[in-house]
């Protein structure tokens, strides 16, 4: 079965600084690893995504993950933080494609990102 | 940019009654998904539905649920007899390919009570 683990319940950095947000995974093939953010009150919005090619992939407002094949992971950073980057982030597998489609997101249990000036 | 929306935003109802959630998926998405997040915890995986058929459900997706398209726009998730433990923030979701290309793109969810 496909897992996700976010070790950290809450990333706190100063504005300016970089931030990581770190995630792990577990599934029997080949990756689709995600991330995702949360505001208050609000959906989870698309981030980035990393289905194969380059390692390092380039999603919205600035952030990057960095695919770690070797130490199955898919950290999330931003090499600035901005106040108004704080909010829920999650990180997402899915692996094996279903015939069929409607292939299901594994969730991690999320990480609060602080960012204070 | 094309949303996913949800209706209601918040829905309070008393236990045991039938509840249904709605949501309008992005209008070329051929993929939709419900999803849940009980406060404070991971968001969890109900059921994913194509061509007018289930073709994903969790095990939380028991004979209380079912879902439907009753139509060409909306996506509806009915909970038959509400529990107590059916209290959480429900996503819809839906995505224009199902083999994981695509991201999902998700609503902002309703906020199911259950008294």
């Known amino acids: 079965a496909q897992s996700v683990a976010q070790p950290e319940d809450q990333v706190n950095v100063a504005e300016g600084n970089p931030l990581t947000v770190k995630c792990t995974y577990s599934?029997?093939?080949?990756?689709?690893l995600f991330w995702y953010v949360q505001y208050p009150n609000r959906g989870l919005q698309f981030l980035l995504k990393?289905?194969?090619?380059?390692?390092l992939v380039k999603g919205s407002y600035g952030f990057e993950a960095e695919f770690n094949k070797s130490q199955t992971s898919f950290h999330l950073k931003k090499p600035s933080a901005l106040v108004s980057d704080s909010a829920l982030y999650f990180c997402?597998?899915?692996?094996?494609?279903?015939?069929?489609?409607?292939?299901?997101?594994?969730f991690g249990t999320g990480t609060q990102l602080k960012v204070e000036l | 940019e094309p949303e996913v929306t949800q209706t209601p935003s918040h829905q309070v109802t008393q236990m045991g009654q039938e509840v249904i959630l709605r949501c309008v998926p992005i209008?070329?998405?051929?993929?939709f998904y419900w999803y849940r997040q009980i406060l404070g915890q991971k968001v969890e995986f109900l059921v994913s539905?194509?061509?007018?058929?289930?073709?994903?459900k969790s095990e939380i997706f028991d004979d209380q649920f079912s879902v439907e398209r009753p139509d060409g726009s909306n996506f509806t998730l009915k909970i038959r007899s509400t529990k107590l433990e059916d209290s959480a923030m429900y996503f819809c979701?839906?995505?224009?390919?199902?083999?994981?290309?695509?991201?999902?793109?998700f609503g902002d969810g309703t906020r199911l009570s259950i008294l």
């Open positions: 997402a597998v899915r692996d094996k494609v279903l015939t069929g489609g409607g292939n299901k997101l594994t």
């Open positions: 209008s070329n998405h051929l993929y």
């Open positions: 990393y289905i194969t090619g380059d390692n």
């Open positions: 599934v029997s093939g080949n990756p689709y």
């Open positions: 979701a839906s995505s224009p390919d199902g083999g994981g290309n695509q991201p999902q793109h």
């Open positions: 539905f194509y061509n007018n058929e289930i073709s994903e």
